[in-house]
């Protein structure tokens, strides 16, 4: 990220300043839009095939805010898939919002989260009849999909409406190469972040209302609530250019983009050390637990490497320059966008091609044992903790920072996520228990990356007192 990676066929100028105006005589106002910025949406909304396209420039962070708060009434009960973004969970916060969670499974082989279960969500949603809406995010950040159809069915059977956060498939609509995107699929309110995926500037995401189950006016006053007044114009121009663009130019680019990207994938599924793991053949998918995966990520394997998916992060970005999205367990994730160029890619083919020609930065393990190591990991992230309080409670009570030994049996003021899977392992107002605490040492000495507590090493915890 961000889509445009630098390339200059997308440069807008250089720090916009003759563009970065406000809402002077002729140039409307985003919080009540009527002309320009109105057209714009509208012209967003007919290329991706919405009702209606609603523009933000706080990112999907604030097009999430305002879809749960539209959804569902302070205090009320949502149906959420336990592996989304942090501001699905303030949204939870700021409403005071009970939570029914839909738990992924999760790949034995590398911990990444699955996709949701639609008869799993039919099930929930047939015991819960208060929920209110249902929010899941497809695709993860790894990629995988779910069947947003089948999900978004089941919710209207139980009139609620579904919420998808595809934040990270905003290119889905561009291209037959990738999945479907749920804008088409049956989602009632669906969030891109343009800027993930597509040429248009940090920050920038729309919001599209599919279907009339969540009215305008209520999207509508929660995007002014949680935006700020003085939108960016230099941002909004930026969707409006990327937008235009993709209609004029959207199919020559995206046509070369996925011819490349597929030849990356085949010149790279060749390696066996550093392996590209590939979740896209249908029986594999299916065997997996996998509806559909997004071919963009490419997930190169780091069991054999010394230092994991750490230590394969380090040398693509040191040796080969290389930028790495992120670094897991077990692995690496490199994201494509149509902004990557062909020499990019042939710098990583030739990168890992170099690698395997290295056997120093290889383990000797044998393979047997790598994979009871990730068996046992996986099984370590599965605890489903139990639920005490609201999350809001746990967040507003008196708390302290106690030393890990001592939260046993205690509640959490915090969240705490490793990656991957990417699942919060605890939430607020959850029970912590002897197992979590255990687990939470193992993964310290591991030298895994904690994320979301306010003590990164990992030795004291925020408690409910
Ligand atoms: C799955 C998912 N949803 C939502 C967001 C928030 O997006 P933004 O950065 O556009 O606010 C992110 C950000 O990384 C994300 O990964």
Known sequence: MPGHKRNPAFEAGFLPVKQDITEITGFDDLHHAEDIIKNAQDFAAEL???????????GSTAAILSAVSAAVRRGGKLLTARNCHKSLYHAM???????????????????????????ETERLLSENDDIEAVFITSPTYDGAVSDIRAIAEAAHRHSVPLIVDEAHGAHFCFSPYFPESAVRSGADIVIHSI????????GTS??????????????????????TSSPSYPMMASLDFCFHFLKDQGKIWFDAFTSRLEQLRNGLSQFQKI??????????RKQKGFYDFDRSKILLSADCVKGGGAGLFRILQEKYLLE??????????????????????????????????HPEIFISANMDELSQKRSDFTERISERPEPVMRIS???????????????????????MYLYPPGVPLIVPGERISLQFVQNMKRYVSAGMKIAGIRDCSGKYMDCVV
């Open 195 to 202: 800027h993930k995926t597509l040429p248009s500037m940090t």
């Open 93 to 119: 916060y700021l409403r005071e919002i009970v939570p029914v969670y839909i738990y992924p499974g999760i790949d034995r082989e590398t911990g990444i989260c699955c996709s949701i279960d639609p008869e």
């Open 393 to 415: 409670e746990a967040m507003d009570s008196e708390t302290a920072a106690l030393p890990l030994d001592q939260c046993v049996g205690r509640i959490s003021a915090e969240f």
């Open 275 to 284: 392996r590209l793991m590939d979740f896209y053949g249908a029986e594999y």
């Open 48 to 58: 991706f095939g919405s009702r209606e396209v609603f523009f933000s420039v706080n």
């Open 324 to 357: 790495p999205e992120m670094s897991a367990y077990n692995y690496v994730l490199m994201m494509t966008t149509m902004g990557d160029t062909e020499e990019g890619f042939r710098r990583l083919y030739e990168a890992v091609s170099d690698l395997e020609n």
């Open 206 to 227: 729309v919001l599209h209302r599919c279907t009339d189950r969540i009215s305008h006016d209520k999207i509508a006053r929660f995007m002014s609530i949680y935006q």
